[in-house]
């Protein structure tokens, strides 16, 4: 028996993530009438799923974002949102690099690095990930005819911006991704057993697409004092491009909001409606996530999540140790595909903290520009609290309560400046 003792008030938290995550761990030992059930709950299977070009655009790289299941894009919080809002980097608290691993279905893996950081309001990131799977053709003898690897890879440019951010409002970010695509074929043989020079390039394809996002935060029933926002609301549109050697591009529009109302519990749920461009008959069925993280320490945090699909659920249980500048995100995913046995995997990702740039730094030495200037004011003098509070816009011009101690400040001289006047006059 294994004991784990946490700090009292986070018990609960821990509690309810074991419930969650008993499901995904409960699905290792699945039998065929319990899959059953999950197989009505879905309603059988999409026909329209596998139609698109590019499965690599559907495989997570991992981190954060794939232990909430893919319910990412309101939060969109850390680095995993290139893959989920690429308007998330003008919204990041740091700037970060990091790289992932997922062990996804045999002898298939992705590998993957990002890079993002913010300056000011304009967001910046630059990654890439490659699927790779080994590829053996053996002729009607059994002899080993060729062989090499099947591999996709993308890579993708981020820019982002956020409008209108003040004190009081969070603003709303707009961003874009600019993604190319590449997929290699190795050479395949003939019916004689020769190599076809060539008959790999004639199957692999390059495409460029790109996906738009929008998000916004905002406070929402906050039970914790905070300056962060507890609440946020997305949109994205992902894979935006024209069809590859006749093959769509998995093209999927998604709307997600996430809700946190105790400072270590955070939830999320996405809704992303499937849009085939070439032929919208043949799109998709609609599909959902919601996921759960917590922070139980403040090194130690856990997530689990579901994504339901007609036909597929996933479901995640995953944990992130971070240890002043390193973070480590492992995953672990059941998939329930329509089959008696399910398929688990396993990913890891390692973040390093960059640093913010100083903005903590000059955030800090704001407040204490502001409190020294209510300080001064309340003793009257008005010139000492003046320059506090110019300073403090100085530093950084969103900050209106210190333009609005301003304004308090002219409204006096100028009430000052009026009974000096009517006094002069002899009222």
């Known amino acids: 028996m294994i004991i784990m003792i946490f700090p009292r008030g986070r018990a609960s938290i821990f509690t309810l993530l074991l419930l969650c995550g ?51 894009t309101a939060v969109s919080d850390d680095i995993s949102f290139i893959e989920y809002n690429p308007a998330g980097s003008s919204m990041l608290a740091r700037s970060e690099l990091a790289f992932f691993h997922n062990n996804w279905i045999a002898d298939t893996n992705v590998e993957g690095a990002v890079y993002a950081t913010r300056v000011n309001d304009l967001g910046l990131a630059a990654g890439g990930k490659w699927l790779y799977l080994p590829f053996t053709e053996y002729n009607v003898y059994g002899e080993r005819a060729s062989k090499g690897y099947y591999s996709e890879a993308v890579g993708i440019l981020n820019l982002s911006y956020n409008f209108l951010s003040s004190y009081y409002f969070s603003g709303v970010s707009a961003g874009m991704n600019i993604k190319g695509a590449f997929r290699f074929v190795p050479d395949y043989s003939n019916d004689q057993g020769s190599i076809i020079s060539g008959s790999g390039f004639s199957q692999s394809a390059a495409q460029v697409m790109a996906d738009l996002g929008l998000l916004t935060r905002f406070d929402l029933f906050k039970f914790y004092t905070a300056r962060e926002r507890n609440s946020s609301a997305a949109l994205t549109l992902r894979n935006l491009g024209l069809p590859a050697m006749g093959d769509p591009l998995p093209t999927v529009a998604t709307a997600g909001i996430s809700y946190k109302p105790i400072r270590p519990l955070l939830f999320s749920f996405d809704f992303s409606y499937p849009v085939n461009l070439q032929n919208p008959e043949l799109s998709e069925k609609p599909y959902w996530a919601a996921g759960i993280a917590a922070e139980l320490t403040p090194f130690l945090s856990m997530r689990t999540g579901a994504l339901v699909k007609t036909g597929n659920i996933r479901f995640t249980l995953g944990s992130a140790i971070t240890l002043d500048r390193v973070s480590l995100d492992i995953n672990y995913t059941v998939d329930l595909l329509t089959q008696l046995q399910p398929f688990n995997r396993l990913s890891i990702g390692v973040r390093l903290n960059l640093g913010d740039g100083g903005r903590a730094a000059r955030s800090d030495e704001v407040d204490r520009l502001y409190l020294a200037g209510l300080d001064a004011y309340s003793k009257g003098n008005r010139e000492e609290a003046r320059y506090c509070w110019e300073e403090a816009l100085r530093l950084n011009p969103k900050f209106d309560p210190a333009r609005e101690g301003l304004s308090v400040i002219v409204r006096a001289q100028a009430i000052e400046d009026r009974i000096t006047e009517m006094e002069k006059l002899g009222f």
């Not at 290792?28 to 590019?54: C, H, M, Q």
């Open 22 to 72: 008993s499901l995904s761990l409960s699905a290792i030992d699945i039998n065929e009438d319990l899959y059953g059930d999950f197989s009505d709950f879905v309603s059988g299977i999409d026909p329209n799923a596998g139609l698109t070009a590019f499965p690599v655009l559907n495989v997570p790289m991992g981190g954060r974002s794939e232990g909430m299941a893919g319910a990412f």
